[in-house]
């Protein structure tokens, strides 16, 4: 049973930054790809940021320049650093994994970006 489990996430200015952790239960290795995505409140959940298994990068162009997405095969954990946060950043963020069994979530982190 693969378990995601983020953390980092805060109460924050607008301007600042913070650094999500998303720690898996097993080797990162097996997922074909690894997801943050984030929900606001009234909104649907969306996709920011991808990393595949061969380590390429995607991040969605509405946080482009400011979020980076990474990762530590070491430590199993996928990051999201995330700079210069807007209030629009506000929202709940998630994990998602993929493999070929199925799609695994995390629980989520409170992100919050106070104007």
């Known amino acids: 049973q693969v378990q995601l489990v983020e953390s980092g996430g805060g109460l924050v200015q607008a301007g600042g930054s913070l650094r999500l952790s998303c720690a898996a239960s097993?080797?990162?290795?097996?997922?074909?790809?690894m997801h943050w995505y984030r929900q606001a409140p009234g909104n649907e959940r969306e996709r920011v940021a991808t990393i595949t298994s061969d380590g390429s990068t995607n991040v969605r162009n509405f946080v482009k320049g400011r979020f980076t997405i990474s990762r530590d095969t070491a430590k199993n954990t996928m990051y999201l650093q995330m700079n210069s946060l807007k209030s629009e950043d506000t929202a709940v963020y998630y994990c998602?994994?993929?493999?070929?069994?199925?799609?695994?979530w995390g629980q989520g982190t409170q992100v919050t970006v106070s104007s």
């Open positions: 998602k994994a993929v493999d070929g069994l199925g799609n695994y």
């Open positions: 097993g080797s990162i290795f097996s997922f074909n790809a």
